[in-house]
């Protein structure tokens, strides 16, 4: 089961009350119904693909305005596309129309409807709940969104997102626009403000698990990468000082880059830190890592100044 289909589940059981049942009707109404007449008479159609979403409707059209209905299926013609739920109302439907201003301006009869904060709750979780959709928080990318084809009708969702600070964007998307959210913070923000509790706890367990393994995997690919520069580091000192005791008589070579010399001959493997440490254990004197660099640059350059003696013979 999709985590959206999760979400929507435990949405269409949240009780609520006549300010909320209007909120979610008018959502509804204005996002996934179209008005029209036929023989004469007039009908709204409420189109969903998911049964628990119809189921919810329904119970709302029947305890807001006992209105008559009729249950319609149509088969997708797309390939692996569910069949299409129409809900017909084909009673009381001036009523319902005149009400929402839905052949009007609906957008202000919407925000009528929306004053409070729990109407606000109640707008947008039927908003998800007709048209909205969520990533799975195992997936690597975050989002959410909610569609729909009016541009004024996304602006107004939009601004109610965000009268709840979530900082929900708007784009154009195919034949409509959305508001979204790309943020894990945002997403579990709105599935609080809609209600779905158990999502919210759903989606932070799966998404903590899911970056604290990768935050694990970073920090192992990064010791293996030091590790690696490490030994590459390592390897090229080796070489240097092999060919300077191959060509620089040992009297002649300082004592202190003589020490390094020998101590890194005995530590092949180990990292400057570690022969920092190696180094005061063993001559009783501190030496951090950026005077031992400073030894090993030394060791280089004596090193380079061979190979270029060599290549101009």
């Known amino acids: 089961m999709s985590f959206a289909k999760i979400v929507k589940e435990e949405l269409v059981s949240i009780p609520i009350d006549l300010e909320g049942q209007l909120a979610e009707f008018s959502a509804f109404l204005n996002l996934h119904t179209e008005f029209h007449i036929e023989n004469k008479l007039k009908m709204l159609d409420f189109k969903t693909n998911n049964p628990t979403v119809a189921k919810r409707f329904l119970q709302l059209v029947r305890t807001l305005y006992q209105a008559e209905t009729s249950l319609i299926t149509q088969q997708q013609k797309k390939l692996n596309q569910r069949q299409t739920i129409i809900i017909r109302i084909q009673s009381k439907v001036e009523d319902i129309v005149n009400e929402?201003?839905?052949?009007?301006?609906?957008?202000?009869?919407?925000?009528?409807?929306?004053?409070?904060?729990?109407?606000?709750?109640?707008?947008?979780?039927?908003?998800?709940?007709?048209s909205g959709s969520v990533?799975?928080?195992?997936?690597?990318?975050y989002h959410l969104e909610i569609y729909t084809p009016d541009a004024d009708r996304i602006i107004f969702i939009q601004q109610v997102m965000n009268a709840f600070d979530l900082n929900a964007r708007v784009t154009k998307r195919r034949n409509g626009y959305i508001a979204y959210l790309k943020d894990a913070e945002g997403i579990s923000d709105f599935l609080q403000v809609v209600g779905a509790q158990n999502s919210v706890f759903k989606f932070e367990d799966i998404r903590i698990k899911r970056d604290f393994n990768n935050s694990i995997n970073r920090v192992m690919n990064c010791e293996?990468?030091?590790?690696?520069?490490?030994?590459?580091?390592?390897?090229?000192?080796?070489r240097d000082i092999e060919l300077i005791e191959t060509y620089i008589p040992e009297k002649h070579i300082p004592e202190k880059i003589k020490q390094i010399m020998e101590l890194?001959?005995?530590?092949?493997?180990?990292?400057?830190?570690?022969l920092s440490d190696l180094y005061e254990d063993q001559y009783k004197e501190n030496l951090s890592k950026s005077g031992l660099n400073h030894r090993f640059a030394k060791i280089k350059q004596m090193a380079d100044q061979i190979r270029e003696s060599r290549n101009s013979k």
């Not at 990533?135 to 990318?141: F, G, L, Q, R």
Request: net charge positive.
């Open 224 to 238: 293996i990468a030091n590790e690696k520069k490490t030994i590459v580091a390592a390897n090229q000192q080796i």
């Open 264 to 274: 890194r001959k005995e530590n092949p493997d180990i990292s400057l830190r570690e």
């Open 100 to 130: 929402h201003g839905l052949l009007e301006d609906s957008i202000e009869n919407q925000r009528l409807l929306t004053q409070s904060p729990e109407a606000k709750r109640a707008y947008l979780r039927a908003a998800f709940l007709a």
């Open 135 to 141: 990533n799975h928080p195992k997936t690597a990318e």
